[in-house]
């Protein structure tokens, strides 16, 4: 009985994932969308799975003989995995269970259950962060997100520059202020930055040299998303928005 009912629910969960269900959620711009509507995964020409999904990276040294994701199983269920954003929540969980029960008797509870944390995390993060993953947008999300990626990376270029030296602190500020997403530590910095002429060079030199090098943090980070989105955009034949 319990055979049957497993086997029902991998049926369920394999038409889900080719054809997708009906269900009105928001996309990654805050608008409504039919998860049907969301498109499955391609892995870019010259990028593998394992790259697709961010697990190309060495495990030799942490577990004997390493973690194999190009393994036939795993590549299976990483390609399962380009339908994430189609699935409700409970075919969600249901794919994650598959993941979990295959992987674990594949490999074992440490190898296959180290995989298997790693590929689950992927999908939560594919599910609550798709903008991570351009290949998993739709069109519409695919530009929006390489607008925002885009804008931001500029902006963190503007304010490392703008936190180099004590006369532009306080154009810093004003930048930081006008940027309602920044978070509190920007701010923080930003106000110290502001009263720095006040304040022990030591202290000064200190803040701003730590405001410089996280504002490059920040604009590595985005604008290396920004260029992932626009060699999607580039794949799909969709102009550069400018």
């Known amino acids: 009985m319990l055979d049957t009912a497993h086997t029902a629910e991998d049926a369920e969960l394999d038409q889900a994932l080719r054809e997708g269900i009906h269900e009105v ?33 060495p495990y030799a040294h942490w577990v004997g ?13 990483m390609t ?14 249901a794919l994650l269970t598959r993941i979990k029960d295959r992987l674990t008797a594949a490999f074992g509870p440490q190898q296959g259950g180290m995989m298997a944390a790693v590929l689950i995390a992927r999908c939560q993060q594919a599910v609550t962060q798709p903008e991570d993953f351009p290949g998993l947008l739709s069109d519409d999300e695919l530009i929006a997100v390489y607008r925002l ?8 270029g503007a304010f490392g520059g703008g936190a180099q030296t004590v006369n532009r602190a306080i154009d810093f500020r004003k930048k930081v202020a006008a940027r309602a ?19 022990k060079p030591s202290v000064l030199g200190w803040s701003l040299t730590w ?8 604009y590595a980070h985005f604008s290396g998303r920004a260029s992932a989105c626009k060699d ?7 102009p550069i928005p400018q």
Request: proline content about 5%; cysteine-free.
């Open 65 to 77: 003989g390493g973690l194999d994701y190009s393994h036939f199983e795993v590549r299976a269920l």
């Open 181 to 199: 997403w920044l978070p509190r530590w920007i701010r923080r910095l930003a106000a110290l930055a502001e009263v720095g002429k006040r304040a």
């Open 211 to 218: 405001a410089q090098t996280m504002m490059g943090v920040g």
């Open 149 to 156: 990626d885009s804008g931001l990376a500029k902006d963190f």
């Open 80 to 93: 399962d995995m380009l339908s994430v954003r189609r699935l409700s929540p409970a075919l969600l969980q």
């Open 25 to 57: 959620v928001r996309d990654a711009t805050g608008h409504p969308a039919d998860r049907m509507s969301f498109p499955v995964g391609r892995v870019p020409a010259g990028q593998t799975l394992e790259q697709f999904w961010h697990v190309d990276f």
């Open 232 to 238: 999607e955009l580039n794949r799909r034949n969709l």
